[in-house]
């Protein structure tokens, strides 16, 4: 099997021609019916392969083809596109022949005969019998004559088990039976009762036991089961028909009912329900009343189910969460940064570069590749909705980024933008922007997200703005979960917002208290993403994180070099800047001393001075007062050091002399202007250069003597308590 081409989009597999049906012409009437029963029930044949995948989102992942845990590689379950698949590790994929041949390492072209024969076997398929064969009949064993019998389809109503009941001297025994494997056991991932029917309707009723489930269907009502009712197990049954669905769990009238009901109340959303609720039984009916019972009595069910519903509200016992050892949701952008069904809020200040970083992200992510140490679950499909750059100017915007084209041809189909929209995300507007989701994602995103949340705020019929409690509330509950809702219940919402200006030690102490708008947002979303730059003049930025569902993270110190996104090293960068922060320490010593700022410019215009020229120059100037007031100043800020002395004036083009024991005065970083004048290519400006002064004494504090300096790059400050 040849691996793909990096730049060719892996979904476009299915457009090929069927090549393992062109190669083995000679076979056409056995591939038929290996491919139909795979395809029939492949998630599960799926799960037998590979143990340790998984189902996200209508696909099946696993880490590589030899079933490692891991999420690279990817497998369609339904549609057209069923059994293809694709590693983006590596690049391989193909048709699900494709997949067997990789995990047995055959050809799938050269080996098909033994490919195919190996799966017939895997798949018990029995040779071709004559026409006057019966089909063997399910096994009955000690129990006798089955009392009653239920068949779970598929979609297109083909059978994939039976389950049959048998009413013994100790009362009800139940066993299933499994097509594909012809055996009396359980399907490994058992599928909903009535699928055909319930797949055709909005809402559908979960009951306990298949008996009540057709009861409800006598009278039109779409209803299900899952294979064994309450006592199911919820991770080996495919909830995925539910999805964007009203559930309604009608319960038995007992302990056990409710129990049920319980834990799918708990489970049901993570799989896309629409909204799951439980049905209040009527007061006065028997233990056990159950649904067949209603329809039995003549119930009006149809009113029951209208009006006398509860909310969903999932309690659990201390117990029941300490045994639950079922597998955590996966991740959709690890660690914990967002999970399924999650709202984040990514915040930053006006040209912080919130949207060139989001860009970046989003691709990564689309590709399926980490950023910034975030690990995506998968390529995710990721629809980014903003309101702020039209489409001219954000076409140059991806354009020029430096991604390259192998991710962008990954990343190209799954991450959708919009130009600049002016819509509003009142009622009208959710449900058109879903519309535009879902045309672009039939099956749903990942990720939805909206930038800024400013440009499209709907606070509801009261008119708050973004900064009302009530109003943010009602914008958060009735726009943005109603559009995730609407078009998958699974998928994590990004909101972009704006930040505040706080002081320096509130930022330190909590940088989410920058978010602009209502306190109510704060406590709303699952993650919060901020983009600070600390220092204005430098191009870092911290990037803080603030995670509800998993243990804080540090923030991450980045910068865009060429054009990407980068990782600094904390470390590493304050010892880079060490130079750039000493710079700032001598300037905010020379704004606090106005004698020290003064040197500083005066230098710049090519003027310096000695103790004696300055007192006399700046007598009674810049409210420094009388000669003798200054020069005792001078005295105080050479002795602490914050005055050095130079005495090779030629070298920097100053032709007066110094007639003093000291020399001219100078300070930290000080620049005189000289040298040759610099021309600006484009302007054509002149600018005079400068150069760097520096100390060759200094004042000895204890004899006040001119000594001279060791390093004249290193400045020492002596104030009360250094040596």
């Known amino acids: 099997m040849q691996a793909s081409s990096p730049t060719s989009p892996w979904f476009d597999f299915n457009s090929a021609n069927d090549q393992t049906e062109a190669v083995h012409t000679d076979q056409p009437d056995r591939k ?55 590693d983006f590790a590596t690049g391989e994929g193909g048709d699900v022949f494709d997949l067997f041949a990789s995990v047995w390492g055959l050809n799938s072209h050269h080996d098909f005969g033994e490919l195919l024969q190996r799966l017939e076997d895997w798949l018990g398929i029995a040779p071709e019998r004559s026409s006057d064969t019966k089909p063997a009949a399910p096994i009955v064993d000690e129990l006798g004559a089955y009392s009653a ?12 088990a039976c389950v049959y009941r048998y009413d013994t001297e100790a009362g009800k025994e139940f066993r299933p039976w499994d097509v594909q494997s012809r055996k009396m056991k359980a399907p490994d991932i058992r599928p909903l009762y009535n699928l055909p029917e319930i797949l055709q309707s909005g809402r559908v009723v979960l009951v306990e036991g298949e008996k009540c489930a057709d009861a409800l269907a006598s009278i039109g009502i779409a ?33 056990a009912g409710y129990a049920y009901a319980q ?45 006398d519903v509860r909310p969903a509200i999932p309690s659990f016992a201390l117990e029941e969460l300490i ?18 069904g999650s709202i984040l809020v990514f915040g930053g200040a006006p040209k912080v570069g919130k949207s060139d970083f989001l860009l970046s992200w989003f691709i990564h992510l689309a590709a399926g590749e980490e950023f910034l140490g975030m690990s995506p679950s998968g390529a995710l499909k990721i629809f980014y909705f903003q309101a702020e750059v039209q489409y001219h100017y954000l076409r140059e915007r991806v354009q020029t980024l430096a991604v390259s084209s192998e991710l962008r041809a990954r990343a190209g189909r799954n991450l959708i933008l919009t130009p600049q929209l002016r819509l509003l995300l009142n009622s009208e507007g959710v449900e058109q922007l879903a519309r535009a989701i879902l045309s672009r994602f039939p099956d749903g995103p990942d990720i939805i997200a909206i930038d800024p949340i400013r440009n499209v705020f709907d606070g509801g019929s ?39 200006k706080l002081p320096k030690k509130q930022l330190e ?25 600390p220092d204005e003049s430098r191009t870092e930025r911290n990037l803080y994180f603030e995670l509800r569902n998993g243990p804080a993270l540090p923030y991450k110190l980045v910068d865009k070099l060429d054009g990407r996104w980068m990782e600094l090293d904390k470390n590493s960068e304050r010892l880079v800047n060490q130079d750039y922060g000493e710079k700032l320490d001598a300037e905010r010593r020379r704004k606090h001393d106005v004698i020290l700022q003064i ?39 050479s002795t602490k050091g914050y005055i050095k002395f130079f005495r090779d004036a030629e070298q920097y083009g100053i032709a007066q002399s110094a007639r003093t024991k000291y020399g001219f005065m100078c300070v930290e970083d000080m620049r005189i202007a000289g040298g040759d004048d610099v021309v600006d290519p484009e302007t054509g400006e002149v600018t005079s250069s400068v150069i760097p002064v520096l100390p060759s004494h200094y004042k000895c504090r204890s004899t006040a003597a001119a000594l001279p300096v060791e390093d004249p790059l290193v400045w020492l400050y002596y104030e009360e308590g250094n040596p």
């Open 32 to 86: 038929a019916p290996v491919k139909a029963q795979l395809l029939g029930s492949l998630e599960g044949y799926l799960f037998q392969l590979f143990p340790a995948g998984s189902k996200r989102h209508g696909r099946f992942v696993v880490g590589d083809t030899s079933g490692s845990k891991g999420q690279s590689l990817s497998v369609d379950l339904t549609g057209s596109k069923a059994g293809m698949w694709h």
């Open 149 to 160: 019998k239920w068949d779970y389809l598929d979609a297109d109503g083909q059978l994939l």
């Open 223 to 255: 209803a299900t089961t899952a294979m064994f009712g309450a006592k199911a197990p919820l991770d080996k049954t495919d909830w995925s028909p539910l999805k964007g669905k009203q559930v309604i769990i009608w319960p038995d009238n007992d302990e």
């Open 263 to 307: 834990k799918l109340l708990a489970a049901l959303p993570r799989f896309g329900a629409a909204s799951v609720t439980v049905l209040s039984i009527p007061s006065g009916k028997p233990e056990k009343w159950d649904a067949a019972d209603a329809v039995a009595e003549g119930f009006d069910v149809p009113t029951l189910l209208e009006g």
């Open 323 to 340: 045994a639950d050892t079922s597998p955590m949701p996966a991740d959709l952008v690890a660690p914990r940064v967002m999970t399924p």
């Open 462 to 500: 009261d008119g708050g703005g973004e900064n009302d409690n009530a109003a943010m509330m009602f914008f958060l509950t009735e726009r943005v979960e109603r559009l995730a809702k609407m078009v998958n219940p699974d998928a994590a919402v990004i909101l972009v917002h704006h930040t505040r």
């Open 509 to 533: 102490e909590d940088p989410f208290q920058a978010l602009s708008g209502a306190s109510a947002m704060r406590g709303f979303y699952s993650s919060g993403l901020l983009l600070f730059r």
């Open 599 to 637: 040197l500083f410019e005066e230098a710049k215009s090519g003027r310096v001075y000695t103790m004696n020229q300055f007192c006399q120059a700046f007598e009674n100037s810049a409210g420094l007062g009388g000669e003798t007031t200054i020069r005792r100043r001078l005295d105080v800020l």
